[in-house]
């Protein structure tokens, strides 16, 4: 604050006829609009919560000025001099001031007596100060000033990066909440191919069973076509031998010897 004081002093006491640059209001108007934008209501009592509605565009949000706004002769506004232009022309705010000086004075409403000239030494020697102090006052008001609103941004700067960094968390995390999609048809996957192998398992169990009986059937068959042939065999081995006498023996034995003895001849 001190800086935006002392820079447009010194700026308004160094050109006080040009009336183009930005000089600063008189003190008390400094401190009616401290007090107007300290006294300012509460958002919710007052409604100063934007909506979706509002026209930023024709109604924009207010904002305080940095600087205020321009003066000339370091303490009579801007305005004073541009209400006049539209009626009287450029020189009517002049001859008006002059006027009521003038008027002032000559009926002694305002005694110029010797405070009066206190006061005038007074001035020159704070427009001297201003104007060898200000500029040094100002530089080093405003590295004050940009320290402290570098100390006041630091936390938000330290949020804002501690935000950015859960964004990319976030990001990260849908990332891998997507890979996880693929996860899941993989592990479906799996589990059908073990219910699969579980099924052929169980194909495989019964398939074994049933051959295990059938080929007990088949041995069993085999065994009872085996026991059937070794009782034919023995049935008719035993009918033969029964059937075989002495004198058959014989006739039998006379008939191989006279087949034998054909065959050595032929």
């Known amino acids: 604050m001190l ?4 820079r447009p002093s010194f700026a308004a006491f160094g050109s006080l006829s040009s009336g183009q640059s930005q000089l600063p209001l008189p003190l008390n108007n400094a401190i009616v609009r401290c007090m107007a934008s300290s006294s300012k209501p509460n958002q919710a009592q007052s409604g100063y919560e934007e909506g979706p ?3 930023l565009i024709n109604f924009p949000r207010p904002k305080r000025l940095e600087h205020p706004p321009p003066v000339r002769f370091g303490f009579v506004p801007e305005d004073w001099f541009t209400f006049f232009y539209s009626k009287t022309g450029v020189t009517g705010p002049y001859a008006f001031g002059t006027g009521v000086l003038t008027y002032v004075l000559s009926k002694e409403i305002w005694v ?3 405070e009066f000239w206190g006061g005038v030494s007074l001035a020159i020697m704070i427009v001297y100060a201003v104007k060898k102090l200000g500029p040094s006052v100002a530089i080093w008001a405003d590295k004050e000033v940009d320290t402290h609103i570098d100390e006041l941004n630091a936390g938000k700067k330290s949020e804002i990066a501690a935000l950015n960094k859960a964004i990319e968390a976030e990001k990260v995390a849908q990332y891998q909440a997507e890979g996880m999609k693929i996860l899941f048809d993989v592990k479906r996957e799996n589990v059908a191919l073990q219910l699969e192998d579980a099924y052929r398992q169980r ?18 068959q085999q065994v009872e076509r085996n026991i059937q042939q070794k009782h034919m065999a023995t049935w008719i081995i035993e009918s033969v031998r029964k059937a075989i006498t002495n004198e058959s023996e014989a ?16």
């Open 112 to 114: 110029l007596e010797h």
């Open 53 to 55: 509605e509002r026209d």
């Open 203 to 220: 194909l495989m169990k019964v398939y074994g069973d049933v051959k295990k009986r059938l080929d007990y059937q088949v041995e069993v």
């Open 3 to 6: 800086s935006r004081l002392c």
């Open 251 to 266: 006739e039998n034995l006379k008939k191989c010897i006279a087949d034998l003895k054909l065959l050595s001849v032929k």
